[in-house]
Structure formats: C-alpha cells, structure tokens
T-cell receptor
Framework: AQSVAQPEDQVNVAEGNPLTVKCTYS??????LFWYVQYPNRGLQFLLK??????LVKGSYGFEAEFNKSQTSFHLKKPSALVSDSALYFC?????????????FGRGTSLIVHP | DGGITQSPKYLFRKEGQNVTLSCEQN?????MYWYRQDPGQGLRLIYY???????QKGDIAEGYSVSREKKESFPLTVTSAQKNPTAFYLC?????????????FGDGTRLSIL
C-alpha cells in the first residue's frame, strides 16, 4: 500500500523568508513523488516531480524539493517567500511498481505568507 | 490551448435529484479521473478510466456513476443515493494510468444542496 502524510495543516511565513512544506511517504517499491498547488476555487497545478536521479528537484515559480530516501521525505522549499505563494499545497505519491497506478494525495497544507 | 474543461462551475441539487458534471479534455489523454475534495480531507478518488468504454471504482464510488463513451469526455453523475454530495469536484487526466507524468486538472465544479 502507498500513503502520504503532510503533517502541518497550515504553515505561516513572513514574506522574504524561506519556506518549507513537509511531506513524508510510504511505498513498498520506489516512489514517484509530485507537488501541486491549488488557489481558491481552482484546480490543482503541477509544480514539480521526482521520478529518479538527482535528489534536488527544481520546479515552477522558484520552488524546489529534496527527495530523501532514508527519511522517506519530499519537502517543498523556496528560498524567499512571496505573498502570492499563499495557497493550498498537495503532495502526492505513486508506487513505481507495476500495478500501483493511481497517486495518493496528502490532505494538503495551507501556506500563508504574511507581508 | 490544451486543457481540461469542467462545467458548470457551480451546481445546485434538489432532494432526490440526479445531477451530471461535465469534464472534457483536448490533451489526447487516455486516462481520466474524478476526485472529491472536502475541506481538510485532501482529494479522494471517485472513479477513473484507463481507456474508452472502461472505468473502475475508486475509494468512494457509492452514490456516483460515470461513462466513457468518447476519449475526450468523462461525465460524472451524482445520484440521489449520494446523501452528502456537497463538495468540490475535480476532474483530471494523464496520458496513461501507469504514467510517471503528472495529472492535469480542471478548475472544478462546486456542488451544493438546495
């Protein structure tokens, strides 16, 4: 079985400060990992993914994430937060082994960036 | 521009009524999905389809039905058997169900009870 956890319902950060949104996962094989962002009354937009290779993944809007196999984590980071980054962030995981098709989504973390 | 179109954006259901949510994609994707989003619960899978004329139940299929008669279209019917239908419904697609590529999402339909 596959699962994903976003341990924080909400993250607050001041504009200009670095931000981290946490994600941990559990799979029996190797993971495919994804981050999405959702603005109010909109669908999810893809930010970045880890499939294989370099543990540091760079994505859209200056976001990056670090894959840590030993800690089974894939935390989303940005060096300098913007007020416009305020949104709901979802981590998703899919087990790469054959037969595990549908990604499992976390419950989401609300990021609030204060001016 | 390629993408997913969901309609209507807002929908109201009366007691005992079935309602249908539309989802159309022009990305030439084989796989399509329906999710339900409730506050604090993330996304829960209702149904998915790997190919035309095929669909599979997800985690919360009771009270819902789907069809996949065309590659581009995957409508969701919320039946009167669904006792708590108030939620935000999201349609998504991907090139294949077993793809390592991300899903593409529509902008959702918000369903409420009258």
């Amino acid at each position: 079985a596959q699962s994903v956890a976003q341990p924080e319902d909400q993250v607050n950060v001041a504009e200009g400060n670095p931000l981290t949104v946490k994600c941990t996962y559990s799979v029996s094989g190797n993971p495919y990992l994804f981050w999405y962002v959702q603005y109010p009354n909109r669908g999810l937009q893809f930010l970045l993914k880890y499939i294989t290779g370099d543990n540091l993944v760079k994505g859209s809007y200056g976001f990056e994430a670090e894959f840590n196999k030993s800690q089974t984590s894939f935390h989303l980071k940005k060096p300098s937060a913007l007020v416009s980054d305020s949104a709901l962030y979802f981590c998703a995981v899919r087990d790469a082994k054959r037969g595990s098709y549908i990604p499992t989504f976390g419950r989401g973390t609300s990021l609030i960036v204060h001016p | 521009d390629g993408g997913i179109t969901q309609s209507p954006k807002y929908l109201f259901r009366k007691e005992g009524q079935n309602v249908t949510l539309s989802c159309e994609q022009n990305l030439n994707h084989d796989a399509m999905y329906w999710y339900r989003q409730d506050p604090g619960q993330g996304l829960r899978l209702i149904y998915y389809s790997q190919i035309v004329n095929d669909f599979q139940k997800g985690d919360i299929a009771e009270g819902y039905s789907v069809s996949r008669e065309k590659k581009e279209s995957f409508p969701l019917t919320v039946t009167s058997a669904q006792k708590n239908p108030t939620a935000f419904y999201l349609c998504a697609s991907s090139d294949r169900v077993d793809s390592n590529q991300p899903q593409h999402f529509g902008d959702g339909t918000r369903l409420s009870i009258l």
